[in-house]
């Protein structure tokens, strides 16, 4: 079956850094996403990788290891507004989104 | 402003009734799809339209149905609701299905309680 983990929940302090991780198994690989999702609110887009490495785009960056089925997304200078849960999701080989259950990320100041 | 939309924002619902869930967009984007949220779960995909004209199954299409008359509007019917589709729903759009397939847009959801 497919299957993507990831923390239930994570707590940070304000202004500090905070790792979110997730592994995945999946039938194919066409890259993999994440997305942020506040309280009561629909998801939005925050990165997508196919290609091993690091993409950074500002306090965001999100890692990719396809031989080990694994991914991070790494959230810097952490503020109150990035209290939220964080997604990841793998488009297998139908290309259709596998979605992990999310991480809750809880800021303290 | 370019976007989805949802209607209604939430229902509440007898067990045995009709309902269909609209959603619309206007980013003439050709895939969209249909996820259901529950508390715990990862969104799981219902059904999905990788075309106007097209449809196909997800991962939990039972209990429910789609049309894709358009490129704008995906509506998904519940025929006769059941308390197990207590949940969140969402509807999603891209550009492209398929090998082109990249960043999913999102609706406000429609929050559905069946009693």
């Known amino acids: 079956g497919q299957n993507i983990d990831q923390p239930t929940e994570m707590t940070a302090t304000e202004g500090a850094i905070v790792q979110i991780n997730c592994t995945y198994q999946?039938?194919?690989?066409?890259?993999l996403f994440w997305y942020q999702q506040h309280a009561g609110e629909a998801p939005t887009f925050l990165s997508y990788?196919?290609l091993d490495g690091l993409e950074e785009k500002g306090r965001f960056s999100s890692f990719l290891s396809r031989s080990k089925g694994y991914s991070y997304l790494l959230l810097k200078e952490l503020q109150m507004k990035d209290s939220a849960s964080y997604l990841c999701?793998?488009?297998?080989?139908?290309?259709?989104?596998?979605w992990g259950a999310g991480t809750k990320l809880i800021i303290k100041p | 402003i370019a976007g989805i939309t949802q209607a209604p924002t939430s229902q509440i619902l007898a067990a045995g009734r009709r309902m269909t869930l609209r959603c619309t967009q206007d980013m003439r984007h050709n895939a969209m799809y249909w996820y259901r949220q529950d508390l715990g779960l990862g969104l799981r995909l219902i059904h999905y339209s990788n075309t106007a004209g097209t449809t196909g199954k997800g991962e939990v299409p039972d209990g429910y149905s789609v049309s894709r008359a358009n490129t704008d509007d995906f509506p998904l019917t519940l025929a006769s609701a059941v308390p197990s589709q207590t949940s969140v729903y969402f509807c999603?759009?891209?550009?492209?299905?398929?090998?082109?397939?990249?960043?999913?847009?999102f609706g406000p959801g429609t929050r559905l309680t069946v009693l």
């Open positions: 999701a793998v488009l297998d080989s139908n290309y259709q989104l596998i």
């Open positions: 999946t039938s194919g690989f066409n890259g």
């Open positions: 999603a759009s891209s550009a492209n299905a398929g090998q082109g397939a990249r960043e999913q847009f």
């Open positions: 990788n196919v």
